[in-house]
Structures are given as structure tokens and as C-alpha cells.
């Protein structure tokens, strides 16, 4: 079952991934607790993870998820015209934190790149924000996967993943694959003290009058 996700746009996408991805990836929804593991290390990333996918030959590729009509203009995004943060920034703040992660647990280096998903808008070439393109004089790659793309998920995160693997030039081997498995579960499921959770919410979410914040050092204490 998907993690509880006030996103309707992941839940979505989890179920599309149980029908359409094949057992060859592992597909693993809401790595909120990353957040917490980086607090405590004094920093955190952009916001919790939404899915990673793994593959023992193509490495890990891990998605952002925007849900609703999503807009780019004037160097901005907006969804159902909401101003949202930016997609990319998130999601490469994100990758970064979780390749530290693997190399700090487990001493492990691996192919791990970044996608973006809009399930609900279709995108055409023109209007991809240049920070989501990698273009040159030998290919045009971007990294979203969009409405246009449901229909086809495994086809779509095959190209992305294999792009990232050829830049990093080296697979996975299967005892660092089921390694890295292992981990990752075992920590998803770990349990973080209530306090941990309420100072990480506050950080990220919550803008507190001085009154409020006071009643809420007294609570954690």
C-alpha cells in the first residue's frame, strides 16, 4: 500500500506503477524518514523523497512528483495556478542527499539520477523548462515523465535510467543491488521519536508565532 500522502497525484502513480513495472525494478513510495536522518546530521534536503527506483543494472532514479495542470512561465511553476516550488531544485537536492546516504551507511558509489513527473500535463518539446533538458549536438534527453508518458511508465523510466547510467559508466552488481535493498527498507521502516518528527515539521512546514513556539518547546521538553 502507498504511504499515507495527502497527494493524490502519488497515490495515483503508485498504482499505475504496481500494474505497468515489471519485477525487474523495485519501486519504493515516501522516503519522508530521509529528512529526519539528515536533521540530525544538522541539514535536510529539499523535501522528503517521493519515490526511488531501483534496478540491479540501471542503478536508482529518484522522482519528484507534481500533480495537477502544471504551468512554467516567467521562470516559475505553478499548479492549477499555484505557485509551487521548483521541481528540479527539489529533486536534485534530493538525489544528492540519498547518494551521500548509500556512500555514508554503506560505502557504496551508484548510478542514481533524477526525474520529474507531472502525471496530469502533457508536455511538448518547447515548453520544457531548460533546467529539466540536457541538449547538444549529439542528444536532447528530459527528465519528465508526463501524461503523455503514463501509458507507457516502464518504457518511459527504461530511456531515463539508462541515460543516467551511461553518464556514470558503471552497473550495479547484484550483492551491492540487494545491499542497498536491504538497507533501504529496513530503514523506511524505521521509527523516529515524535520529537524528531515535530522538529522537522516546524523547520519545513510550520511559521509559528513567538507565543506558539514557546508552548511548543514546552511540549517537546
Known amino acids: ?7 493524490p497525484a502519488e497515490t495515483n502513480l503508485f498504482y ?38 531501483l534496478h540491479k543494472i540501471y542503478g536508482i532514479l529518484v522522482l519528484e512528483v507534481k500533480g495537477g495542470d502544471i504551468k512554467y512561465k516567467n521562470y516559475c511553476y505553478f499548479s492549477n495556478n499555484t505557485k ?9 537536492s534530493n538525489m544528492h542527499a540519498f547518494r551521500e546516504l548509500l556512500y555514508n551507511e554503506l560505502g557504496l558509489t551508484c548510478n542514481t539520477g533524477f526525474a520529474v513527473v507531472f502525471p496530469d500535463t502533457f508536455f511538448d518539446k518547447n515548453n520544457i523548462p531548460s533546467s529539466l533538458i540536457i541538449q547538444n549536438s549529439n542528444e536532447y534527453i528530459n527528465f519528465i515523465i508526463d501524461k503523455n508518458n503514463i501509458v507507457n511508465l516502464e518504457k518511459r523510466i527504461t530511456e531515463i535510467m539508462l541515460y543516467w547510467r551511461n553518464q556514470f559508466g558503471k552497473a ?40 506558539q513556539d514557546t508552548y511548543l518547546k514546552l511540549l517537546i521538553n
Do not use: R
Open 1 to 7: 500500500e502507498p504511504f499515507n500522502t495527502h497527494s
Open 84 to 92: 509551487i516550488n521548483e521541481p528540479c531544485k527539489q529533486v536534485t
Open 172 to 211: 550495479n552488481n547484484n550483492e551491492k543491488f540487494n545491499n542497498i535493498i536491504n538497507f533501504l527498507i529496513k530503514t523506511n521502516n524505521t521509527e523516529f521519536s515524535l520529537q524528531d518528527k515535530i522538529e522537522y515539521d516546524k523547520k519545513k512546514w510550520l511559521y509559528l508565532s513567538s507565543e
Open 16 to 53: 499505475l506503477f504496481q500494474k505497468q513495472i515489471s519485477d525487474d525494478f523495485i519501486v519504493i513510495h515516501s522516503f519522508a524518514w530521509l529528512s529526519t536522518y539528515f536533521l540530525k546530521k544538522g541539514y535536510t534536503p529539499e523535501k522528503e523523497i517521493d519515490f526511488v527506483i
